[in-house]
C-alpha cells in the first residue's frame, strides 16, 4: 500500500485520483482514444475522480501525457460524483448575486 494511501485509511478517508485530460485526442491513434474514453475522459479539463488502486493508476500510465493527476482524499461515505459536484457549487456566487456588466464606459 503506499504512503497515501496508508494515511488515508488512517483518518477515515479513502484515496482517489483526480483526472484530467489536458491535452486532445484528436489526431491519435483510435487505441490512444479508446483507452481514454475507457476512464471516462471524454471532454478536455473535465476532472473525473477514480479510486486509487493498482490497476488504475497502470491505466493512467498509458495516458501519462495528455492528463493530469492529483491525490484527493474523501471522507468514506461521500462518492464521488457528490464531491465533483460540491467542488462546482463551492465556485458559484451566492445568491442574490448577479455580474451586471463592466464598470469601465466604453469609449467607441
Known sequence: M????TTAAANGTKPFFRVT??????????????YAKSLHLTKMHRPVLMPATASS????????ELIKVENVALPRGVSPLRALYNEKQARKPFDGFR???SAVPKTW
Do not use: H, W, Y
Not at 503506499?2 to 494511501?5: G, I, L, R
Not at 485530460?21 to 479508446?34: D, F, M
Open 99 to 101: 455580474v451586471v456588466g
Open 57 to 64: 493508476a497502470g491505466n493512467l500510465l498509458k495516458l501519462k
Open 21 to 34: 485530460l489536458v491535452r486532445s485526442t484528436i489526431g491519435l491513434p483510435a487505441k490512444t482514444r479508446q
Open 2 to 5: 503506499s504512503s497515501a494511501a
